[in-house]
T-cell receptor, first 113, second 117 residues
Framework: DVKVTQSSRYLVKRTGEKVFLECVQDMDHENMFWYRQDPGLGLRLIYF???????EKGDIPEGYSVSREKKERFSLILESASTNQTSMYLC????????????FGDGTRLSIL | GNSVTQMEGPVTLSEEAFLTINCTYT??????LFWYVQYPGEGLQLLLK?????DKGSNKGFEATYRKETTSFHLEKGSVQVSDSAVYFC????????????????FGQGTILTVHP
């Protein structure tokens, strides 16, 4: 089975802190994705990566950056956390190709105080 | 651009009732279609998929048929259980999407299903 592991299930940080969310997949997938999920808004794509060191902005990249130094690891960085970034963050990965399903981690519930 | 529209929830059913969750889409090409399920406190899991017109995806008693003429992919189950209570997402992937859009999914808003004993 595909395993996508997010480093924390719950995280509490303070406004202005730099926050790192880590995601690791074990299936040699080319693509990796970061979403945030908020009630009534569904899933919104923050960033995705289709290869090592390659990244593309999603629908809501403002206030976030990403890093992909190794194929299996994709990090989401909140440069200066703000309360409106309190949310559920989901990581996903998939093989390259237009009809490949994405496989999701269990999510990180991040609270910014 | 691509979009997915799901029926609004929440949907509340009694155990053993018939379930339909509607999903319609717009896409520039010939997309692949997916249903994902999210149980409380968990990430999304792939429930089923269909990659071309008239394909039927099925899993765990759930079914959905790719209807190109109506641009729909409705999720159905003949007899729901309490354990089916979850959020259900319809999604599409457009294999003709150019450049780095290749491989991205477009999600619907999600439909909350609650099944009572």
């Amino acid at each position: 089975d595909v395993k996508v592991t997010q480093s924390s299930r719950y995280l509490v940080k303070r406004t202005g802190e730099k926050v790192f969310l880590e995601c690791v997949q074990d299936m040699d997938h080319e693509n990796m994705f970061w979403y945030r999920q908020d009630p009534g808004l569904g899933l919104r794509l923050i960033y995705f990566s289709y290869d090592v060191k390659m990244k593309e902005k999603g629908d809501i990249p403002e206030g976030y950056s990403v890093s992909r130094e190794k194929k299996e690891r994709f990090s989401l960085i909140l440069e200066s956390a703000s309360t409106n970034q309190t949310s559920m963050y989901l990581c996903a990965s998939s093989f390259a190709g237009g009809n490949q399903p994405q496989h999701f981690g269990d999510g990180t519930r991040l609270s910014i105080l | 651009g691509n979009s997915v529209t799901q029926m609004e929830g929440p949907v509340t059913l009694s155990e053993e009732a018939f379930l339909t969750i509607n999903c319609t889409y717009t896409a520039t090409g010939y997309p692949s279609l997916f249903w994902y399920v999210q149980y409380p406190g968990e990430g999304l899991q792939l429930l089923l998929k269909a990659t071309k017109a008239d394909d039927k995806g099925s899993n765990k008693g759930f079914e959905a048929t790719y209807r190109k003429e109506t641009t729909s992919f409705h999720l159905e189950k003949g007899s729901v259980q309490v354990s089916d209570s979850a959020v259900y997402f319809c999604a599409l992937s457009d294999p003709l999407a150019g450049g780095t859009s290749y491989g991205k999914l477009t999600f619907g808003q999600g439909t909350i299903l609650t099944v009572h004993p």
